[in-house]
Nanobody, 131 residues
Framework: QLQFVESGGGLVQPGGSLRLSCTAS???????????IGWFRQAPGKEHEGVSCISGSDGSTYYTDSVKGRFTISRDNAKNTVYLQMNGLKPEDTAVYYC?????????????????????WGQGTQVTVSS
């Protein structure tokens, strides 16, 4: 059962920008069904990495150090969508990006932004940063 539909990936030159979108299925609502939503990525030969997460309760956010100041996670509850705005892209950002969400309540968004926490996933979208 596909729970999220992702879009926005593609090929971009270093320094460019992309905005990834993740829309939940009509059977679920981001604002009601999930306590935390996140973006993850995996590149060949590298570990699955939590890029950014946002709390469903207070909107607090977390970013891994490598993307701080460049990426922004946000939600639009009316559109049932979470976004990842990626600016100043670098070749090392090249990876498959996944949207994920978890219904279990966590009080610490930073501590919860880990792959094993999340139970609902999108199919992934490829981001390639190359000149």
């Amino acid at each position: 059962q596909l729970q999220f539909v992702e879009s926005g990936g593609g090929l971009v030159q270093p320094g460019g920008s992309l905005r990834l979108s993740c829309t939940a299925s009509k059977a679920s609502k981001l604002s009601l069904d999930y306590s935390i939503i996140g973006w993850f990525r995996q590149a060949p030969g590298k570990e699955h990495e939590g890029v950014s997460c946002i709390s469903g309760s207070d909107g607090s956010t977390y970013y891994t150090d490598s993307v701080k100041g460049r990426f922004t996670i946000s939600r639009d509850n009316a559109k049932n969508t979470v976004y990842l705005q990626m600016n100043g892209l670098k070749p090392e950002d090249t990876a498959v990006y996944y949207c994920a969400a978890e219904a279990e309540v966590y009080s610490d968004v930073q501590g919860a932004c880990r792959t094993p926490i999340f139970g609902s996933w999108g199919q992934g979208t490829q981001v390639t940063v190359s000149s």
